[in-house]
């Protein structure tokens, strides 16, 4: 048993969210139990710690519900919709402190532009710099992956008697992820690509958020429980530091080419590339809770690194590739566009600056 007698619940424990949280908080000396459905591996070394794994649909609230009983902590990965800050609502009472992890995607500026409608530079929201906690979150609308985060937070809060910390993290990293979008420049760095160009003069800012920060804040809120809703990201970077971090961290450099403007038919495009900055400001968590995160990007990604080049040349012995191994980065990013290399090529070779429209 844990020191103390604290244990945890883990809704979603095998993603890369829940295993670096199960991770971080048996080595602070709690117990902890995480469920899943049976889709993922997760960490298999988590056994080595006070980490317990069951299988389970969260959809089965008669069966949830029970187990979650008692628990000094319940942290919910995988609350996606309203129907879930239902079942979650009832736990008001009967758990310490609920972490729900939402997303930055929530967010919306005075016009009423988000991330899930932003189709070109016109319609990408101008936030402020960076956006706090009380920015207007998006109301309605089609039902996307933001709006109906926005309903889940709004339903959870409502609720009577919830100790709920709400996190809201930006673009996620960590080992065990389903879609890492450094692999756009780790692939690069593998192929021994000699330039890379970014949009926007590489300047673009889009917070990462590693799994180490998450799993942190969650800890602190589980020790403090309160009803609050919190931004986590890792510290400001552009998407040229991001490239610089990558690059160093596997030895090799490729000369960063920034262009002026927006991608042209793609060239020039990241998963971080944006007109305007989504940089998640992190005073509030830092003042309440004391929160820092525990390693800067540059030092946090190369557990990133580590993991994806030892799973990646695990596969090609299977001869596997990178694409039936991670689906969703093929589908979320469409990152099968991400290494058109001869494209590139002719963009510099003609192109050494954009051309003039």
Known sequence: MAVGGRTAFIIGGTGQIGTATARHLAEHGWS???AHRGAHEGDPSLVELDVTSLRLDRDDTESLLPLLDGHDLVLDTVAYEPRHAEQLAQLAGRV???VVISSGAVYEDAAGRTLDTATDDESFPQLPYPVDETQQTVTEGTPTYGVLKAQLERALLEADGLPVSILRPGAVHGPFSEALR????????????????????????FSPTSTASIAELTRLCGESPDRRV????DDDVTVTDIANAVMDAMGHHIEIVPVPGPPVDGIGSTPWSTPHPLVLGTARARTELGFEPPQPYRESVRGDIDWIVDVIDGAKRQQKTWQTLFPRLVRRYGADAWFDYAAEDAFLDTHPDRPES
């Open 32 to 34: 902890v139990l995480i």
């Open 96 to 98: 310490g402190s609920l």
């Open 182 to 205: 450094e692999w756009y420049f780790i692939k690069r760095v593998r192929d021994r690509r000699e330039r890379v160009v970014l949009a926007y003069d590489g300047i673009s800012r």
């Open 230 to 233: 919190l931004n986590v990201a």
